[in-house]
């Protein structure tokens, strides 16, 4: 091979060239970077499946979901930063009804995300008629619809999902619920403050055993409505119905519960309910501050499994 002068080296590296062999090569990569970038994509998002429907796959047959925005695509952001209240909010959360969740997604609400399915619900989110906060959120279509089932057959539940995200004033998020007529016979919620806990029959709120978290822990729940003969929930001797157990597979700990419904029917709900509002200040007094307009809940959830009677 022939050998290049030591003086036309220095001059070489001085414009940034190197070679091989014979050949000159560039030394300056920031074409080749721009390029990489381009064609990069979001590390949140997942390269193997394109769609929530090819994760959680019973979506088209068992849930709706009920998104913060509107069927424009409009939440409650320009009503608050014009000034108008909490009754003034965009009130008319987008549903997309279970025929039509199949290769459906809306970014960056209800997409795929780490392997699962990312539920985003923003504190300027449009809400539903009956409630402050907004929602990213599953609603099992027992039977096919709005339906209910009765707390007296047999109905299960297990998900297995992390909390990502929580809004900065009111840091807490609803992830598994049981909606009933009346009342909600369960919520699973998380509290940056207190941890993952339970409320049942509306306003009981299990801190006391409630389960240490970190955002990014994988939790497994499972819900069981079914009657346990000889399991006593109440001081009136009635049978409990409902049983909650929850795994933080990070940390081994487990909470497990069971109770009497309040309600006779009821069905379950899965995803990110933020438990708080731009207008958070209003709606829940001196003690808070409003959430900002980017604030968040979030909620990964990596599969589903229903049984309905």
Known sequence: ?????????LLLFSLGLTFTGCE????????????????????????????????LTDLSSSWKITLPVDENGDDSSEIYLAGGSIDDRNADAHEVALSDLEDYKYEPYFQVDDGGVRFRGHCAGATTSGSKYPRSELRQEYDGGDNYWSVEDYQYLNTRLKVTQTPEEKPE?????????????????????????????????????ALDYTLGDMLDITVTVDTLSGVDADEDGSDDNITCEITNEATGESYSKSWT????????????????????????????????IDAYGEVIVYSIDLVEN
């Not at 091979?1 to 080296?9: E, N, S, T």
């Not at 000159?24 to 429907?53: M, R, W």
């Not at 990110?272 to 900002?292: A, F, I």
Request: proline share 4%.
């Open 1 to 9: 091979m022939r050998k290049i002068p030591f003086v036309l080296l």
């Open 24 to 55: 000159f090569i560039s030394g300056d990569t920031e074409s080749s970077t721009e390029e990489s970038t381009d064609e990069s994509t979001d590390e949140s998002t997942d390269e193997t499946y394109d769609y929530p429907s090819e994760i």
């Open 173 to 209: 998020v609803c992830m598994t619920q049981i909606h009933g007529p009346e009342d909600e016979p369960l919520r699973v919620q998380y509290h940056a403050d207190k941890g993952v806990y339970v409320i049942w029959n509306e306003s009981n709120k299990d801190y006391d055993n």
């Open 261 to 292: 419904s309040n309600d006779d029917t009821g069905y379950f709900k899965v995803g990110c309910y933020t438990q708080s509002t731009v207008w958070l200040n209003e709606y829940k007094g001196d003690d808070y501050e409003d959430e900002s």
